[in-house]
């Protein structure tokens, strides 16, 4: 039969991250793509005495259906982590989500209609674009230097744009660019999202892996209105497989929230929800933070360092303080999905830059991931991919 998909289905054949990643998987291929964790550093010892507890104390609560702002036991200790993050809540503000990405589905779904305008970060998260495409929106991006979303940029999207409903912004270790916006653009950016009334997403992924300069609290920090939506997920700081995530916000915003997810997937699994919550309580998370950053810190400097010696001097990349990404952009017009066919020919893949863009990309950009390879792979890797710039710059 001819299927009749909804215009929620992307209306194209043409699946070009799948592509990539489908030619990064070939085992020739060393892979800077992906953006996984480092899977070495899961805590699986930790883990299992957790799960042993939870059998043994709280089993047939933990395996019974659970309501779908979550288990209390674990929004006790999101209360705690948010208080480290410099953002007092209680909690009855936490929702439990199924990872940060579900927070995005379930918020655009509540606040996009087709045709609303949002703001967000150019470039941004694929899969936060790929979910506002789904439900029509209308998306308008913003540029950003070193130092995060430009704020004069931004204001000039709000005023060309009285309609935008919301902005979405990753304001720490940005996936894809790895970049931080400042202290004072932080404040700046609350101010203006007051001004003109709108609603912010803040997706925190990655804001507790620092591994240089100093912490900056979030936006929700800032928030005097209660306009912010704080994320946040457990993927990066434990364990993406246990798609544990949650939100921080306006109980208005939340009860509406907890309706929506209710017909998504009536609740986040609840074993996984007292795992961690077990697990917080008999480990000091902080003390495997600090694992998983000094080991993104060594492979970032590897990958600078290769960066350094083995790309043209007139490329240009970021200089991330944590996170798992580092950004390149590459002098004069180059078509990075063809770049990337000749670095696959050499063995070496990345994300080519324009999936990362609502609008029109940028030529000449692309992402790399470090957390996930290890010394040597990064160093034979960067070689190849740096002959294969080469080659193909020249
Ligand atoms: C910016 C950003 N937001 C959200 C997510 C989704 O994370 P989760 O595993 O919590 O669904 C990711 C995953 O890589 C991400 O990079």
């Known amino acids: 039969m001819t299927f009749e998909y909804s215009k929620r289905v992307p209306q194209t ?3 070009v991250v799948g592509e990539i990643l489908e030619a990064a998987a070939n085992p020739a291929v060393i892979s800077f793509a992906g953006g996984l964790p480092a899977p070495e550093l899961f805590p699986v010892k930790e883990m299992q005495k957790a799960a042993d507890t939870v059998f043994e104390t709280e089993g ?6 659970s309501n779908a702002i979550g288990e209390k036991v674990l929004r006790d200790e999101i209360v705690k982590l948010m208080a480290d993050r410099k953002v007092t809540t209680t909690v009855d503000h936490i929702g439990v989500t199924t990872g940060s990405e579900q927070s995005i589905d379930l918020l655009a779904k509540m606040f996009i209609n087709p045709g609303d305008t949002v703001i ?5 998260y694929l899969c936060t674009l790929d979910v506002f495409r789904s439900y029509g929106a209308n998306i308008v991006g913003v540029e950003m230097d070193e130092n995060g979303m430009r704020m004069d940029k931004f204001e000039e999207a709000l005023k060309a744009h009285p309609e935008t409903k919301l902005v979405y912004t990753i304001p720490t270790f940005q996936n894809p660019t790895g970049r931080t916006m400042s202290l004072d653009r932080r404040k700046e950016f609350v101010e203006l999202a007051n001004k003109y009334d709108i609603l912010v997403m803040e997706d925190d992924p990655y804001g507790a892996i620092r591994y240089e300069g100093t912490e900056l609290p979030p936006l929700k920090h800032f928030d005097t209105q209660d306009r912010v939506v704080y994320m946040s997920t ?4 434990l364990a993406p497989g246990m798609r544990l995530g949650w939100i921080v916000c306006n109980l208005d915003v939340l009860s509406n929230f907890v309706v929506m997810k209710q017909s998504a997937d009536l609740h986040s699994d609840n074993l996984s929800q007292h795992i961690i919550a077990k697990f917080l309580e008999q480990n000091d998370i902080y003390k495997h933070i600090k694992e998983i950053s000094d080991l993104y810190h060594h492979r970032f400097e590897l990958m600078l360092e290769a960066i350094k010696n083995e790309f043209p001097a007139d490329a240009k990349y970021s200089h991330p303080e944590g996170g798992m990404f580092i950004w390149v952009e590459l002098p004069g017009d180059v078509d990075t999905m063809e770049l990337f066919k000749t670095c696959v020919e050499h063995n070496v893949a990345f994300v080519p830059g324009d999936s990362f863009y609502p609008n029109q990309p940028k030529r000449g950009t692309f992402r ?14 960067m ?12």
């Open 13 to 15: 054949d043409n699946d």
């Open 60 to 65: 047939q609560t933990a395996l019974q259906y």
């Open 120 to 124: 967000v970060e150019e470039p941004t």
């Open 234 to 237: 457990f993927s990066k700081i």
């Open 368 to 381: 790399l991931n470090f957390s996930n390879v290890d010394d040597e792979t990064i160093k034979v890797g």
């Open 383 to 394: 070689k190849r991919l740096g002959d294969a710039l080469k080659a193909a710059l020249q």
